[in-house]
């Protein structure tokens, strides 16, 4: 019998095939990368931000002679330069403060000359952050003025200044100053000019009387509060005082608001209606007992959805408080909490519940260097020699034992397909290979999966087989696949890497293509032909890469618990290991954050 003979692959064939599919995944890895980035330092840049505007504040807040650096020209007690680690950045504050002469009353060596020049003092707060990649330190300055105004009035200055959430200036500002405590009585409202600035002068004398409030329209507000009362007694900004010939300075941040979808689903993405949580901010309004500025609950409606208007930017978390709910647990969120609001941004949030079981515990994984969360962790919780494993994130569906048969439309026992035609799956080694008889094997074969359920509709990117290499006997491409996606779980088209069904996929690892976006279920066909009928292809193992909406990358959710000490196991290719980390379930819910550091 004659048979037609074909050549293999050259070696520079292959190689330069090697370096295509390289470059291109490479490229894509740098896309994603740069995304990641980007996220992460405008997070940053927000702490930064906040962190800046607090030293400003203390330095405000300062008696005039204290403002200065340790050991420098003016002296005070001030730190030259201190260390504070958050949102898992290490950043550096420098503080500069230089005495200025300003030239209102003359000039030193002027005319006239002053022959007190040091009228005011100038400040300026830069935070950077030298571990953190393309972040450009941020800088603040302020004016302090001294102790006494330069007139003969007994009262005093107030000067009002308002700035964004980066530290820039907000011109138009409406300002309402109340101190029923004075005579005559003080209610008036006045805007910031270019500066952000509002200056009064020749303002009565009057100890935390003086009530603040700043708006704008579509921004934020802020305020001063009254000390000493039940709800607030230790309040962070109190009403402001006005000492007789002193200058008053106080600052505001305003921003423009932003706004929260709430969703509440399973991790199969069923809305859940009805679901009350709570939504809590990271600023404070007072200390000693801490009083956020903004805490509320709120529930999802009959769509499972609440969408919360007029936010102002804050780090927010969330929480189904057992107050609230006594038939669902928090089982994650995407994206992980706390989530960072940025000003005049609208930022989704889905809640993953969960049906109350005993008690749960949920463990979120974060990298301990950016913050974010750490998908494919394996995480064990033990007791009483009982372990239960879970993994974080479903970055990846993956079969790799097909002896359990045809037959089986979606995939329940993962060692099942859907059908096949001259294939056979029945080795030891779970592999599919192709039909023999007599010694002798098909010439092709075909073998379709069942369906693989995401749980959303979402995007597929790569498809990837083992073994890599096949039989050179058995031919080029002896060893193709299709994959049709669907939303319907009916409709199955199987098409290659341009789409349609006149392709196929040939080389693991290929892009799935946009085609497939979307989607939220998917079924592979794998084609094995050879050249020769002495020789198979073979396939052990067949895996996708994929996104969803409801599987949270970085988070686990431990149910139906006793109360009592367990002890963790986290691990993770790449991290260094955490084991045998004590975890106490004392209640129906809790989280634990666990921080894991590259190796």
Same mark, same amino acid.
């Given at each position: 019998?004659?048979?037609?003979?074909?050549?293999?692959?050259?070696?520079?064939?292959?190689?330069?095939?090697?370096?295509?599919?390289?470059?291109?995944?490479?490229?894509?890895?740098?896309?994603?990368?740069?995304?990641?980035?980007?996220?992460?330092?405008?997070?940053?840049?927000?702490?930064?931000?906040?962190? &800046?505007?607090?030293?400003?504040?203390?330095?405000?807040?300062?008696?005039?002679?204290?403002?200065?650096?340790?050991?420098?020209?003016?002296?005070?007690?001030?730190?030259?330069?201190?260390?504070?680690?958050?949102?898992?950045?290490?950043?550096?504050?420098?503080?500069?403060?230089?005495?200025?002469?300003?030239?209102?009353?003359?000039?030193?060596?002027?005319?006239?000359?002053?022959?007190?020049?040091?009228?005011?003092?100038?400040?300026?707060?830069?935070?950077?952050?030298?571990?953190?990649?393309?972040?450009?330190?941020?800088?603040?300055?302020?004016?302090?003025?001294?102790?006494?105004?330069?007139?003969?009035?007994?009262?005093?200055?107030?000067?009002?200044?308002?700035?964004? &959430?980066?530290?820039?200036?907000?011109?138009?500002?409406?300002?309402?100053?109340?101190?029923?405590?004075?005579?005559?009585?003080?209610?008036?409202?006045?805007?910031?000019?270019?500066?952000?600035?509002?200056?009064?002068?020749?303002?009565?004398?009057?100890?935390?009387?003086?009530?603040?409030?700043?708006?704008?329209?579509?921004?934020?507000?802020?305020?001063?509060?009254?000390?000493?009362?039940?709800?607030?007694?230790?309040?962070?900004?109190?009403?402001?005082?006005?000492?007789?010939?002193?200058?008053?300075?106080?600052?505001?941040?305003?921003?423009?608001?932003?706004?929260?979808?709430?969703?509440?689903?399973?991790?199969?993405?069923?809305?859940?209606?009805?679901?009350?949580?709570?939504?809590?901010?990271?600023?404070?309004?007072?200390?000693?007992?801490?009083?956020?500025?903004?805490?509320?609950?709120?529930?999802?409606?009959?769509?499972?959805?609440?969408?919360?208007?007029?936010?102002?930017?804050?780090?927010?978390?969330?929480?189904?408080?057992?107050?609230?709910?006594?038939?669902?647990?928090?089982?994650?969120?995407?994206?992980?909490?706390?989530?960072?609001?940025?000003?005049?941004?609208?930022?989704?949030?889905?809640?993953?519940?969960?049906?109350?079981?005993?008690?749960?515990?949920?463990?979120?994984?974060?990298?301990?260097?950016?913050?974010?969360?750490?998908?494919?962790?394996?995480?064990?919780?033990?007791?009483?020699?009982?372990?239960?494993?879970?993994?974080?994130?479903?970055?990846?569906?993956?079969?790799?034992?097909?002896?359990?048969?045809?037959?089986?439309?979606?995939?329940?026992?993962?060692?099942?397909?859907?059908?096949?035609?001259?294939?056979?799956?029945?080795?030891?080694?779970?592999?599919?290979?192709?039909?023999?008889?007599?010694?002798?094997?098909?010439?092709?074969?075909?073998?379709?999966?069942?369906?693989?359920?995401?749980?959303?509709?979402?995007?597929?990117?790569?498809?990837?087989?083992?073994?890599?290499?096949?039989?050179?006997?058995?031919?080029?491409?002896?060893?193709?696949?299709?994959?049709?996606?669907?939303?319907?779980?009916?409709?199955?088209?199987?098409?290659?890497?341009?789409?349609?069904?006149?392709?196929?996929?040939?080389?693991?690892?290929?892009?799935?293509?946009?085609?497939?976006?979307?989607?939220?279920?998917?079924?592979?066909?794998?084609?094995?032909?050879?050249?020769?009928?002495?020789?198979?292809?073979?396939?052990?193992?067949?895996?996708?890469?994929?996104?969803?909406?409801?599987?949270?990358?970085?988070?686990?959710?431990?149910?139906?618990?006793?109360?009592?000490?367990?002890?963790?196991?986290?691990?993770?290719?790449?991290?260094?290991?955490?084991?045998?980390?004590?975890?106490?379930?004392?209640?129906?819910?809790?989280?634990?954050?666990?921080?894991?550091?590259?190796?």
């Amino acid at each position: 019998m004659k048979r037609n003979k074909q050549s293999g692959f050259t070696l520079i064939e292959a190689l330069v095939g090697i370096f295509v599919f390289a470059v291109v995944v490479s490229s894509i890895l740098e896309a994603y990368y740069v995304l990641i980035g980007s996220a992460r330092n405008s997070r940053l840049k927000v702490s930064a931000t906040l962190l &800046a505007n607090e030293q400003i504040e203390i330095i405000r807040n300062l008696p005039y002679s204290s403002v200065g650096v340790v050991g420098g020209i003016p002296n005070g007690i001030l730190d030259p330069e201190k260390t504070i680690i958050k949102d898992a950045a290490t950043f550096i504050i420098k503080t500069t403060i230089r005495n200025k002469d300003d030239s209102f009353d003359g000039t030193l060596g002027g005319n006239p000359n002053d022959v007190a020049p040091a009228d005011y003092k100038l400040a300026e707060v830069e935070v950077s952050c030298g571990t953190c990649k393309n972040f450009p330190p941020i800088i603040l300055t302020t004016n302090v003025a001294p102790k006494s105004l330069e007139t003969s009035s007994n009262n005093g200055a107030l000067f009002v200044n308002v700035f964004d &959430a980066l530290g820039q200036p907000v011109p138009g500002a409406v300002v309402n100053i109340v101190n029923s405590y004075v005579t005559p009585q003080v209610n008036m409202s006045d805007v910031t000019g270019i500066s952000g600035a509002l200056q009064l002068v020749d303002v009565i004398s009057s100890n935390q009387k003086y009530k603040i409030s700043v708006s704008k329209d579509g921004y934020s507000s802020d305020m001063t509060y009254t000390p000493r009362l039940a709800a607030n007694p230790n309040p962070t900004k109190p009403d402001a005082t006005v000492a007789s010939k002193q200058v008053t300075q106080i600052s505001f941040s305003i921003d423009k608001l932003s706004a929260l979808n709430v969703s509440t689903v399973t991790s199969t993405c069923t809305s859940t209606p009805n679901i009350n949580f709570r939504l809590v901010g990271s600023k404070l309004i007072g200390t000693n007992p801490d009083v956020y500025k903004f805490s509320a609950d709120y529930t999802t409606g009959a769509d499972a959805t609440k969408t919360i208007d007029n936010l102002e930017w804050d780090t927010y978390s969330v929480s189904i408080p057992n107050t609230l709910t006594s038939t669902h647990a928090m089982a994650g969120t995407l994206s992980m909490v706390p989530v960072s609001l940025l000003p005049d941004t609208t930022q989704d949030l889905k809640i993953i519940v969960a049906p109350k079981n005993l008690n749960g515990l949920l463990i979120s994984l974060k990298d301990s260097g950016t913050g974010l969360s750490v998908s494919g962790a394996e995480v064990t919780l033990r007791k009483n020699g009982t372990s239960v494993v879970l993994t974080t994130g479903r970055g990846s569906k993956a079969q790799s034992d097909w002896q359990g048969g045809a037959g089986q439309a979606d995939l329940y026992d993962e060692t099942k397909y859907y059908s096949s035609s001259n294939v056979n799956t029945a080795s030891s080694e779970g592999e599919i290979v192709l039909s023999s008889t007599l010694g002798e094997y098909e010439t092709d074969g075909t073998l379709e999966s069942s369906t693989f359920d995401t749980g959303s509709e979402g995007n597929f990117y790569n498809l990837n087989w083992l073994p890599i290499d096949e039989p050179t006997a058995s031919g080029p491409d002896s060893v193709k696949f299709q994959i049709a996606t669907n939303n319907d779980k009916s409709t199955w088209n199987y098409v290659g890497p341009d789409g349609t069904g006149n392709t196929y996929f040939t080389s693991s690892g290929e892009a799935l293509g946009a085609s497939h976006e979307g989607r939220r279920y998917i079924r592979y066909k794998v084609f094995l032909h050879t050249d020769d009928v002495a020789s198979t292809p073979n396939i052990s193992n067949v895996s996708f890469g994929f996104t969803s909406d409801c599987v949270p990358s970085g988070q686990v959710f431990f149910d139906g618990l006793s109360l009592g000490d367990y002890e963790l196991d986290v691990v993770k290719e790449g991290y260094n290991s955490i084991l045998a980390l004590p975890v106490s379930v004392g209640g129906a819910w809790q989280e634990k954050v666990v921080l894991m550091s590259l190796k």
